[in-house]
């Protein structure tokens, strides 16, 4: 029951822009299958409630269908689509971006032997699991609050945090504890993460990296590729191709500029890794991207 008011609620608030008023929320519709298209996941749990949505990160695929929830803990460059959707039967999704001081706001309200053991070691960056009846119950009375848009300023605060705390007691809570911890191991990560998307189009040696994530070298060269199922030069050169794409989608293709602009020496290399990214060249993908 649950789902089937999610589905009428999300297929009737859906807006082209994916936003809603209530804030950090967002809507998903598809109404056809969609090809895999290059995003990024930053820190959100992500609900599908009708189709199902495939992405790709580094060499994982994951999967996930309605009723199924998804936790980006950090922000990842990821390969995503729609696999089933129809007009009749469109792909929906929900997601709420994921604050790190709202997460260390509820577990400061939990008493210690409330909450899920850390684990050893860092988690992945993303993770999918079945949502619970508590889970889709409170996503449920947050996107309901858009046919009562008066409640929306004083009740959604309070759905978001039984949300979160639906998380950190569910399957994924270690995930999400480590994420509001300031001093965790995936903290330290997403510090080294940031840090290159900040860097992207520059040079750096993994030592660096590794000084910013407080970590020795070997230590964060296996706690990066947990987390985001890369190393960090394979990481770079993600942010690299899906920034060189943003800017051929929007200006005339000038493939050596772009490439140098965004780190690349030799436009011939960014062409080939281009190509192996996109499935096209960088002349062709900027034509069709802009025609569209």
């Known amino acids: 029951m649950a789902l089937?008011?999610?589905?009428?609620?999300?297929?009737r608030h859906?807006?082209?822009?994916?936003?809603?008023?209530?804030?950090?929320?967002?809507?998903?519709?598809?109404?056809?299958?969609?090809?895999?298209?290059p995003t990024t996941y930053g820190k959100v749990l992500a609900v599908v409630a009708q189709g199902t949505k495939r992405f790709a990160l580094g060499e994982q695929m994951y999967e996930y269908h309605e009723g199924q929830y998804l936790i980006a803990s950090?922000?990842?460059?990821?390969?995503?689509?729609?696999?089933?959707?129809?007009?009749?039967?469109?792909?929906?999704?929900?997601?709420?971006?994921?604050?790190?001081?709202?997460?260390?706001?509820?577990?400061?309200?939990?008493?210690?032997?409330e909450l899920p053991e850390l684990g050893e070691g860092v988690p992945p960056g993303l993770a999918v699991s079945t949502?619970?009846?508590?889970?889709?119950?409170?996503?449920?009375?947050?996107?309901?609050?858009?046919?009562?848009p008066r409640d929306i300023t004083v009740l959604a605060p309070l759905i978001k945090r039984e949300i979160l705390w639906r998380l950190i007691t569910g399957d994924q809570g270690a995930i999400v504890r480590q994420?509001?911890?300031?001093d965790s191991?995936?903290?330290?990560?997403?510090?080294?993460?940031?840090?290159?998307?900040?860097?992207?189009?520059?040079?750096?040696?993994?030592?660096e990296v590794a000084k910013v994530a407080s970590m020795s070298?070997?230590?964060?060269?296996?706690?990066?590729?947990?987390?985001?199922?890369?190393?960090?030069?394979q990481f770079q050169k993600r942010i690299r191709l899906q920034q060189a794409r943003l800017q051929l989608a929007v200006v005339p293709a000038d493939i050596a500029a772009v490439s140098r602009r965004v780190g690349y020496e030799s436009p011939s290399q960014f062409s080939r890794e281009y190509r192996r990214q996109f499935g096209m060249s960088p002349s062709q993908d900027s034509t069709r991207l802009r025609a569209r």
């Open 185 to 207: 191991s995936l903290s330290h990560i997403a510090r080294a993460i940031q840090w290159i998307r900040d860097h992207y189009a520059e040079p750096f040696r993994v030592e």
């Open 14 to 37: 859906a807006r082209p822009d994916l936003a809603t008023p209530i804030d950090d929320v967002l809507i998903f519709k598809a109404e056809q299958p969609e090809p895999p298209k």
């Open 74 to 113: 950090v922000a990842l460059p990821v390969t995503a689509h729609f696999a089933r959707a129809s007009a009749e039967l469109p792909g929906l999704g929900v997601g709420l971006t994921l604050h790190p001081a709202a997460v260390a706001d509820v577990l400061l309200q939990a008493a210690p032997g």
């Open 4 to 11: 089937d008011e999610l589905r009428d609620l999300l297929n």
């Open 217 to 233: 070298v070997s230590t964060f060269h296996r706690n990066f590729q947990a987390v985001t199922s890369m190393s960090p030069i």
């Open 131 to 148: 949502a619970s009846a508590e889970l889709l119950d409170a996503v449920v009375r947050l996107v309901r609050l858009l046919d009562r």
């Open 179 to 182: 994420f509001g911890l300031p």
